[in-house]
């Protein structure tokens, strides 16, 4: 029920859903929203002045990736973007809270990985900490609400660099730079606050990067119109980003190819199921069922095995997921249809010279 009335609500704030009810009910989180506002904007005013302080970390370089909107904006793919910087030349520790995961909830953070891969499935630690380790497994990868101790496990663990995923709320821990990941699609999280919007923090804060990455751009218009949107906000240098399909691959981890043309279940739990849709049609696949559950949700087998039932009378040859999905699942399922996942990676499409720029910076703290 919980699960059921939080999408109820995000379809209402987002305007899917009209009539008297949701009108109301936008007018109920009005208030809700100021008050975010007002915590927010006080929380950062403490630190701004310094009346709450930051741990610093006894490692060289610590950069931190966030957002001002929440949910969707691509985080995850910089993050992995940005370890593939650093992860061949130093010591690499990457922290995640791992939102809604059993670790997220204990007191202590759980080393996911020191430097062999994950010792723990991503439904104890996480999809997005799982995919971390998997990914780079010479890395250390920490995961824990409490950041502090976190880097300081890092730091004791001898990390070169940390990568802080989702954390420019996390003030608590000092950060050498920051990166902020802006959705081109809904920059400004419809303008309100949570929970009547998508704003996590003041559109000014904007002036705290860095670097802003414009993630999701179409095209060069559109990244120079975003771009003078934020510029009366910020100074930080901006880049253009978006996602392309790198591989698709079976269970078993075997390269599938192209599946152009083919009639596809898709399935996924991401804050942004239309933007993978898009993916997949961009790479010419047909679409015929879709199965969409919320950001980091658990994918149960048998809604799986009734979701496959449902995408093969629709035509379906195949149902495919993304990479966060996949680590969710078990290597072996028995399915009327095979599974497939993608792989993505963000491309530099705008900015190169601005990115660039940027990591030369970041190398030159930690030498």
Not at 5 to 22: C, F, H, Q
Not at 37 to 47: D, H, K, P
Not at 141 to 160: M, N, P, S, Y
């Amino acid at each position: 029920m919980i699960k059921k009335l939080e999408i109820y609500i995000k379809d209402i704030v987002r305007g899917k859903k009209r009539g008297i009810v949701p009108a109301l009910i936008k007018g109920l989180l009005l208030p809700l929203s100021w008050i975010y506002c007002l915590i927010a904007a006080g929380r950062n005013w403490l630190y701004d002045q310094g009346w709450m302080r930051h741990y610093v970390p006894p490692v060289p370089l610590v950069i931190s990736i966030g957002n001002i909107v929440a949910g969707g904006t691509g985080k995850t793919p910089v993050t992995l973007l940005l370890a593939g910087a650093f992860y061949e030349r130093f010591t690499l520790a990457i922290l995640s809270r791992g939102y809604r995961s059993k670790a997220e909830k204990l007191d202590m953070p759980v080393l996911l990985s020191e430097g062999q891969g994950p010792m723990f499935p991503a439904s104890y630690c996480g999809d997005e900490p799982y995919l971390f380790a998997q990914r780079f497994p010479k890395s250390f990868v920490i995961v824990g609400g409490d950041r502090k101790k976190a880097a300081f496990l890092a730091a004791k663990a001898g990390a070169q660099v940390i990568l802080l995923d989702d954390a420019l709320q996390h003030r608590r821990l000092a950060r050498d730079l920051d990166i902020i990941v802006v959705d081109v699609g809904d920059p400004f999280g419809l303008g309100y606050f949570l929970p009547r919007g998508f704003l996590r923090e003041d559109i000014r804060s904007l002036a705290r990067a860095h670097l802003i990455i414009l993630n999701h751009i179409t095209d060069s218009e559109q990244f120079k119109a975003v771009k003078n949107q934020l510029k009366s906000y910020t100074i930080a240098p901006m880049v253009g980003t978006q996602g392309r399909v790198t591989r698709i691959r079976d269970l078993k981890g075997q390269d599938i190819g192209s599946l152009k043309g083919q009639p596809v279940g898709m399935f996924c739990a991401i804050a942004h199921p239309e933007y993978f849709k898009r993916t997949l049609e961009r790479e010419g696949m047909t679409v015929v069922a879709d199965y969409c559950l919320p950001d980091h949700d658990e994918i149960k087998e048998k809604e799986l095995e009734n979701f496959a039932l449902k995408s093969q009378k629709q035509g379906a040859a195949w149902i495919i997921c993304t990479e966060k999905d996949r680590v969710k699942l078990k290597d072996q399922l028995n399915l009327v249809l095979p599974i497939a996942w993608i792989q993505i990676e963000l491309a530099i499409v705008e900015g190169q010279e601005e990115w660039q720029a940027f990591l030369s910076k970041a190398e030159a703290k930690i030498s």
